[in-house]
């Protein structure tokens, strides 16, 4: 499975595992981002179609995906991404930010408890998992300004034994590192500038020269809560803009309907934490 660009080099897939939870219990009835507007309707089912054809995507593509158990009473806990960040078979589970969310990292703890990994802990400091974390090349790249605190960036420089490179958010619409910033492959990723401080913007141009630049409709569709294999490009079917610049790029973009959990403010991303590296 790989395509080749005009410069001769090819984009090609590689089997990813990943985490999810069925949205049994999916519905909106606080709000901690602006996305959230617990007086819109909602439905869990219409969530569960839109979730389960996420998931067959994924098994289609030829990934593993794992399941983890849904807690009544935490409609959040869909977003699977942010219970923890799982690097070279290390574990660090999450500790949220709002009490609406806190009882999830038990549930994450205990999980991972059972699966063999050879190291796990909840971190110390306010983290978001891989809502707030991206593995990209060896680097870690972490974002902070409304959820993960930034003492919790340097943590998991300790923790993995990765450079991690700090980025501050400063649109409250884009929350989570992983609304802004999608990773595609080995040192390439696609993001939207205006969701990051001057700073940052200026250290991501540096690192990323060749980036995908987001517009804010497809920023605002939460076209950068995107996963890829290197090959496939698992998207918001909104993100047409982004899908398009894909394409361009040797990618193959895979536009899918997460209606239902945007109204949570999470799409496909949101939905997965990847698993890197084996159980022990
Ligand atoms: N309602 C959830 C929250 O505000 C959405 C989380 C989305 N997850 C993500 N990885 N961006 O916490």
């Known amino acids: 499975m790989n395509t080749e660009r005009p410069d001769g080099s090819v984009r090609a897939a590689s089997a990813r595992s990943y985490l999810m939870c069925r949205p049994a219990h999916f519905d909106v009835t606080y709000s901690i981002n602006p996305w959230m507007e617990p007086s819109k309707p909602t439905s869990a089912q219409v969530a569960l179609e839109q979730w389960k054809r996420l998931h067959d995507t994924f098994i289609g593509l030829g990934h593993d995906v794992q399941l983890i158990e849904p807690v009544p009473g935490l409609p959040d806990m869909v977003f699977a991404a942010n219970g923890a960040i799982v690097v070279d078979g290390k574990v660090l589970v ?58 919790a960036h340097d943590e998991a420089r300790e923790y993995f034994d990765r450079p991690v490179v700090s980025l501050t958010l400063i649109d409250p619409r884009w929350y989570h590192l992983d609304t802004a910033l999608a990773v595609l492959g080995e040192g390439d990723v696609m993001y939207y500038p205006a969701a990051f401080s001057a700073e940052s913007r200026s250290i991501l141009a540096e690192r990323f020269p060749d980036a995908i630049l987001a517009d804010e409709a497809d920023a605002a569709v939460f076209g950068l809560n995107a996963l890829s294999d290197g090959l496939n490009v698992i998207l918001p079917r909104q993100a047409v803009g982004l899908a398009a610049q894909l394409r361009e790029r040797g990618y193959r973009p895979i536009g899918v309907d997460l209606a239902e959990t945007l109204k949570a403010g999470g799409s496909v991303k949101c939905c997965t934490l990847e698993l890197r590296a084996e159980a022990i």
Do not use: K, M, P
């Open 94 to 151: 999450a500790r949220f930010r709002h009490a609406q969310r806190i009882e999830e990292s038990e549930a994450y703890l205990d999980w991972f408890g059972r699966g063999g990994w050879s190291e796990v802990r909840q971190a110390e400091y306010i983290n978001e998992g891989e809502g707030d974390f991206l593995c990209v090349g060896g680097e870690i790249l972490a974002g902070t300004g409304f959820r993960t605190d930034v003492r």
